[in-house]
């Protein structure tokens, strides 16, 4: 069963807009962590935040999560066509495995 | 730096043929090993895991086995592949430690026919 379940399950928006993503979990964990996909290809880490940290930032990528909800987002500001891919989160619990949710797809038009 | 290569990027094979997978990873030791799947339009399913030389985890009971006869080579196989094998498999590997993230090669895509 997957642990993360993300929302929404597609999203589309212009250039320059901002995209969140939500992703709900059901157990006790680690950390989380977000990843992107471009099609056919590998995925790619984005952000890991730890089970005692808010918020964390990587450029354009803002990362929250709430232990007591059980959730996380994924901000993406200033969206570009580049940005355009499947975004996963995942969460680490004991064991040094992930469990990844279903994804996010963005579509960003130019 | 770390570099991880998955060959072939994709493979199409008949119904009942084997199958042999290659994942190795360069520029770390010791890393954890993992293989998922991943059907169309969905989320990874973890498939096997290795924490060093000769030791798997199976996660899913399944057509499929997985070895490890080096440190840094994982490999995915099965005797008679089945149409239900058909997917995109991923290889990655995680270094030692707390809160390590983990690093995916491209990918192969199976076809079974």
């Known amino acids: 069963s997957q642990q993360g379940e993300e929302d929404p399950q597609a999203l589309s928006i212009q250039e320059g807009e901002n995209a969140t993503m939500n992703c709900s979990y059901k157990?006790?964990?680690?950390?989380l962590q977000w990843y992107r996909q471009n099609s056919g290809r590998g995925l790619v880490h984005l952000i890991l935040?730890?089970?005692?940290?808010r918020e964390k930032h990587s450029g354009r990528l803002r990362v929250t999560l709430d232990t007591s909800k059980k959730s996380s987002s994924l901000l993406i500001t200033a969206s570009r066509a580049a940005d355009t891919a499947s975004y996963f989160c995942?969460?680490?619990?004991?064991?040094?495995?992930?469990?990844f949710g279903g994804g996010t797809r963005v579509l960003v038009k130019p | 730096s770390q570099t991880i290569h998955q060959w072939p990027a994709t493979l199409v094979q008949p119904v009942g043929s084997p199958l042999s997978l290659e994942c190795t990873v360069e520029?770390?030791?010791?890393?954890?090993l993992y293989w998922y799947r991943q059907a169309a339009g969905r989320g990874l399913q973890l498939l096997f895991y290795?924490?060093?030389?000769?030791?798997i985890s199976s996660e899913v009971p399944q057509n499929l086995s997985a070895s490890r006869p080096q440190d840094r080579q994982f490999i995915l196989s099965s005797k008679k592949l089945l149409l239900s094998d058909s997917g995109f498999y991923l290889c990655?590997?995680?270094?030692?430690?707390?809160?390590?993230?983990?690093?995916f090669g491209d990918g192969t895509r199976l076809s079974i026919l």
């Open positions: 995942a969460t680490e619990a004991a064991g040094n495995k992930l469990t």
């Open positions: 990655a590997w995680r270094g030692v430690g707390t809160n390590q993230p983990q690093h």
């Open positions: 157990t006790s964990i680690n950390n």
């Open positions: 290795s924490v060093g030389i000769g030791q």
């Open positions: 935040i730890r089970s005692n940290e």
């Open positions: 520029g770390t030791s010791n890393p954890n």
